[in-house]
């Protein structure tokens, strides 16, 4: 059936802020608060001077009535109308509020799922906000006004993604770079990687329970030559997944863990196969795979979603928001430790193990016998494995209020300090999904 949940979107035309309380029209003197909103762990003073990353499209308002809370697990999140006053950061994090009223206010920032409260004491003067007032938390502390998202991550063999989260505070990372600790910030599941001794839980044990499934928000699957030919095969599973989606989780997949893409959703993203990941024109699993009217899938024609290396040195941040976003900031590359700024349009994508063949836009539904598209989006693109240029990382909304989300590429190729292009664009993409959907939802 069709639901349609979307009302008036922010200023952005999106509406990336949850909702706060319904002021009363307030017509008397006001101030002005101004500041940049960074990413959690990666503030002025948190990282390396000079490689601090900022939060683009994060909503910044103030209100008298504390926002409500966000919900503990999955849910549909559709827009909303923003408050009165909302603004949005720019590329560069920046923001102004020029119309605050005065007197006890809740400031909210947040981006996605992670959001920071405050009760500040509002003048008519310009005030510039500190640091510690615009950066993102990276602990949940509900009674403070501090909320990350629950994400499990599938620790695999090949791509320790975890350890992006830990340099943003999401446990923590030892000099060298890598992963250390979850401190109770987001769960490692086994995937046949180095769980460091704290897994709750093996993948293939999470996809065959829905339940605990939705408690996450976002479900990350790194790279891991584990093939899961017995739950890939289970019905059951594949729907478990395709349901968690559809009620509005978010799924990151990256190169040989692909399978669980394009498996469960065929249609929307053809993955290659065979030597240079399907260079050669063979798609890994077809569309045909998965039968709508019946919510089936033929398990014969799956893929195994694994491809050789490639690196690209001529990847393409191509959507403008990203692109600018990434433009402003500096930090080292693979094939350099020295800090230089960052050109969002010719950089280096390394570890490529998989190829998108194409992308194919899908009707998800009908919304009063208009036809309801879900057109895969390309984010970055690049060459190299002896083929042109094609989508390196997608992200695409099949039926419900979810995203999907797929690179070609190891997103952290192994241990460094800093952060490389590609796992900045992993961070900012992971606040990105988590916002509210403008498409009509279809259940």
């Known amino acids: 059936m069709f639901l349609l949940l979307v009302i008036a979107c922010g200023p952005s035309g999106r509406g990336d802020d949850e909702g706060g309380g319904v002021d009363a029209p307030y017509t008397g003197p006001t101030g002005t608060l101004r500041g940049r909103v960074w990413a959690p762990g990666l503030a002025p003073g948190m990282t390396a001077a000079g490689e601090e990353v900022p939060v683009a499209g994060a909503a910044v308002y103030t209100t008298s009535v504390r926002p409500p809370p966000i919900p503990a697990g999955v849910y549909c999140e559709p827009c909303q109308a923003a408050p009165a006053g909302s603004v949005l950061t720019d590329h560069t994090g920046s923001f102004i509020v020029p119309d605050a009223q005065p007197g006890k206010r809740w400031l909210v920032i947040q981006k996605g799922q992670f959001r920071l409260e405050q009760e500040l004491d509002i003048t008519t003067t310009d005030v510039t906000l500190d640091t510690a007032q615009t950066t993102l938390p990276s602990v949940m502390d509900q009674a403070n006004g501090k909320w990350i998202p629950r994400i499990a991550i599938a620790a695999g063999s090949y791509d320790p993604l975890e350890s992006i989260l830990g340099k943003m505070g999401i446990g923590t990372v030892d000099a060298q770079g890598s992963y250390t600790s979850t401190e109770g910030k987001l769960d490692l599941v086994d995937n046949g990687g180095n769980t460091l001794g704290m897994t709750v839980a093996t993948l293939e044990a999470l996809v065959r329970d829905p339940a605990k499934l939705a408690t996450y928000h976002m479900v990350i699957i790194p790279c891991s030559g584990d093939s899961h030919t017995g739950a890939l095969q289970d019905q059951q599973v594949l729907k478990n997944l395709r349901d968690y989606v559809k009620a509005g989780g978010k799924l990151y997949v990256t190169d040989w863990s692909g399978e669980w893409m394009d498996n469960v959703f065929p249609t929307q993203v053809q993955l290659g196969e065979g030597s240079f990941g399907g260079f050669g024109g063979m798609i890994d699993t077809p569309a045909s795979a998965y039968a709508s ?129 590609q796992e900045r664009i992993l961070l900012y993409l992971l606040m990105e999904i988590g916002v509210c959907s403008d498409n009509p939802v279809i259940l």
């Open 293 to 421: 009217l019946s919510d089936s899938w033929n398990s014969s024609q799956f893929g195994t979603a694994d491809g050789d290396a490639y690196d690209s040195n001529d990847a393409d941040a191509v959507d403008p928001g990203l692109a600018s976003w990434l433009g402003a900031q500096r930090g080292p590359s693979p094939s350099s430790t020295a800090s230089a700024p960052i050109n969002s349009h010719q950089f280096e994508a390394v570890d490529n193990w998989n190829y998108i063949q194409q992308l194919t836009p899908v009707q998800v539904g009908d919304a009063n016998g208009t036809p309801v598209i879900d057109t895969p989006k390309a984010w970055v693109t690049g060459s190299g494995g002896g083929s042109g240029r094609h989508a390196l990382t997608v992200t695409f909304e099949p039926s419900g209020c979810g995203r999907v989300m797929f690179s070609t590429y190891h997103t952290t190729p192994g241990a460094h300090l800093g952060l490389y292009p």
